[in-house]
């Protein structure tokens, strides 16, 4: 049974940083594309970062784009999400997905997701 449990959410001030974690079970990050996904309150859900099965190639999101980084250490089967100058418009829970396409996909349908990790950002 595929399970992808995410941590390191938490309540941070405006300007700080948080790592995510996703760790992955059952499935091997090397062979899924992982990204992370993120949904406020009264809001769709959205696509954040992700990182490719095929070359490990990175996408993000405009809005993440020079603050937010996504790796994998593929020895640990975890991904990560570094996020730095984090404002009050980053709050949300944070999802993490694999799926066994080859790219990344900004659209949430992705085969398996994580339950989620609230992130808040108080100013």
């Known amino acids: 049974q595929v399970q992808l449990v995410e941590s390191g959410g938490g309540l941070v001030q405006v300007g700080g940083s948080l790592r995510l974690s996703c760790a992955a079970s059952?499935?091997?990050?090397?062979?899924?594309?992982m990204s992370w996904f993120r949904q406020g309150a009264g809001k769709e859900r959205e696509f954040a970062a992700g990182i490719s099965r095929i070359n490990g190639g990175t996408y993000y999101a405009d809005s993440v784009k020079g603050r937010f980084t996504i790796s994998r250490d593929l020895a640990k089967n975890t991904v990560y999400l570094q996020m730095s100058s984090l404002t009050p418009e980053d709050t949300a829970v944070y999802y993490c997905?694999?799926?066994?396409?080859?790219?990344?996909?900004?659209?949430?349908?992705?085969?398996?997701w994580g339950q989620g990790t609230q992130v808040t950002v108080s100013s």
């Open positions: 059952a499935v091997s990050i090397r062979t899924y594309t």
């Open positions: 997905a694999a799926d066994s396409r080859s790219s990344v996909s900004t659209i949430p349908k992705y085969g398996f």
